[in-house]
């Protein structure tokens, strides 16, 4: 998850991530999910609890999710269980007793391993947006973000030194000491970005280009919140690096007062993609109740909500996006791409090749 809060996501102004994980304490809770439910919204048979494990950086308006249990007749605990690699990790370990009902916040990094292990059950909501695509007939796309390399306009514009646009071009001596990304280890859009160049160089090629973003000077940090807000210097926090990974959305958070520009600059050639999908979980106590919620989670107002709640693009591409993000945020147009059936195959792989070029 920008996402911008937690371990991928969070807003870029301070007092907004503090807004965002206070609402995700708000309906953070521990307990598995339990009996009732009904299958729609506005059912007035349905009741119980439906429990929704997602990743840290949940923070939908409590509004819409008071709205859904007004007309559902559920009511709706949210357990937190990390970022979207601790998330299914933990989905896995539990799938004989499941931590819940429903889940969000499962990404295409993570999908594959989701599936092989058989913690879902198969649902397609009737309203799956058009275009939107499901994975394995049980997880379904309800946001997504492309995780790229972003630019403190204003240093470069100060340096009198060109912003650079592709991946090859952080490697250039001219960029050295200049860039901060995130480790792959312990960081979702660490993972994507290290997907990008596998994207882009290949299985055979991306050690190489991250031997040479070493000799250049890229410093790698645990999170996303130490790249950008301990690191980067379009933060306003005293980082010195001008170059930061970060996420397509990030500029339209760095608006100036007057809305006429933003500071930063997303490199829309460095991007890869991240899908965020929900699920009903297998075995759960409430599989009508999960169902619903994730019928919830691809309306108008939730799907609307997203950009300025959890800082993601909606899967359904006919909802209209705030101004700032129609002039800050567009999306990359050829984001790089890896299978999801190789991002299973090799992602362990991939991971300790990359520690052993780039960590040692």
Known sequence: MLRLSGAHRGTIHAGAVAGALAAALLFAGCTGGSGGGGAEAGDPTASGKVTLVTHDSWALDEKLVDRFEEESGLTVE???????????????????????DAVFGIDNTFASRALEAGVLEEYT????????????????????????VNADQAWFEESGLEV?????D?????????????????SSPGLAFLLATIGAFGEDGFEDYWASLVDNGVKVADS????????????????ERPLA?????????????????????????????????????AGSDNPEGARALVDFLLTQD??????ESMYMYPADSSVQLPEDWQKFAPQAEAPFEVDPADVSEHRDEWIERWTATVVG
């Open 78 to 100: 949210v357990s937190a269980a990390g970022d979207a690699g601790t998330l299914v990790n933990q989905l896995v370990l539990t799938k004989d007793a499941p931590l819940g």
């Open 245 to 281: 990974l970060s996420y397509a959305t990030s500029p339209a958070f760095t608006v100036s007062e007057d809305g006429s520009e933003s500071t930063t600059s997303a490199l829309l050639e460095t991007c890869f993609r991240q899908v965020e999908y929900a699920g009903v979980l």
């Open 170 to 186: 952080l490697a250039d001596p001219q960029y050295r000491d200049l860039l901060v990304v995130t480790n792959p280890a312990t």
């Open 125 to 148: 909501p009737a309203d799956l947006p058009e275009g939107a695509e499901q994975l394995g007939g049980a997880l379904t796309p309800v946001d997504q973000g492309d995780v790229c």
């Open 224 to 239: 996303w919140e130490d790249a950008y807000y301990v690191d980067f210097s379009g933060a306003g926090e005293g980082g």
């Open 302 to 307: 939730v799907q609307a909500a997203l950009p």
């Open 164 to 168: 650079p646009t592709t991946l090859e």
